[in-house]
Antibody
Framework: QVQLVQSGAEVKKPGASVKVSCKASRFSFDSRGISWLRQAPGQGLEWMGWISANNGHTSYAQKFQDRVTMTTDTSTNTAYMEMRSLRSDDTAVYFC??????????????WGQGTLVTVSS | QPVLTQPPSASASLGASVTLTCTLSSGYSDYKVDWYQQRPGKGPRFVMRVGTGGIVGPMGDGIPDRFSVLGSGLNRYLTIKNIQEEDESDYYCGADHGSGNDFLWVFGGGTKLTVL
């Protein structure tokens, strides 16, 4: 089974950048790519975007287009999500999730354990 | 893009059954929805995908067969039978929207299931 292990918690000041990593235990041919999502304290899930496992194609939610960059390092099976110009309302747990492909369907499985990013002056 | 609506809370007694509902916005009755379970302090876990014809594809890893799904009209249901303490979680429904490489995911607000 593929497992996703994320980097540890971060504390950043407003205006700074953060880069979160997500390492897959092994390459999986039924993966379409990696999605990134976040969950603010006590809130629901918010999709941020995804990156293709095949060609590095990215697509971001409109809300994050100007501040987020998603990349992968195929040599280490690791995906990265970098967010710039952090604000206090970016404080959240950030999740990576594999886009599992099944015939013409896709869903998010598995998920990483989450990385808490705290933005505070 | 669709909007997914979930009641904020539900409860059921140990050993009983409960059905959680996810309602798609008008015009999206052909959409499939994924159910995710999130235990306190953990990352979400895929439960299963559901359309109007029922389950789509395999269940998520480690999901017991006490979990089942149905779909009708704009509603997608997750039923849990013989509820156990370990089932106390937040349950989210999500749907992908778009095609090819141009897609996004939307989620409902989640239902907090309390086991009494």
């Amino acid at each position: 089974q593929v497992q996703l292990v994320q980097s540890g918690a971060e504390v950043k000041k407003p205006g700074a950048s953060v880069k979160v990593s997500c390492k897959a235990s092994r390459f999986s041919f039924d993966s379409r790519g990696i999605s990134w999502l976040r969950q603010a304290p006590g809130q629901g899930l918010e999709w941020m975007g995804w990156i293709s496992a095949n060609n590095g194609h990215t697509s971001y939610a409109q809300k994050f287009q100007d501040r987020v960059t998603m990349t992968t390092d195929t040599s280490t099976n690791t995906a990265y999500m970098e967010m710039r110009s952090l604000r206090s309302d970016d404080t959240a747990v950030y999740f990576c999730a594999r886009i599992r492909r099944f015939q013409t369907e896709q869903w998010l499985a598995p998920w990483g354990q989450g990385t808490l990013v705290t933005v505070s002056s | 893009q669709p909007v997914l609506t979930q009641p904020p809370s539900a409860s059921a007694s140990l050993g009983a059954s409960v059905t959680l509902t996810c309602t798609l916005s008008s015009g999206y009755s052909d959409y499939k929805v994924d159910w995710y379970q999130q235990r306190p302090g953990k990352g979400p876990r895929f439960v299963m995908r559901v359309g109007t014809g029922g389950i789509v594809g395999p269940m998520g890893d480690g999901i017991p067969d006490r979990f089942s799904v149905l779909g009708s009209g704009l509603n997608r249901y997750l039923t849990i039978k013989n509820i156990q303490e370990e089932d106390e979680s937040d349950y989210y429904c999500g749907a992908d929207h778009g095609s090819g490489n141009d897609f996004l995911w939307v989620f409902g607000g989640g239902t907090k299931l309390t086991v009494l």
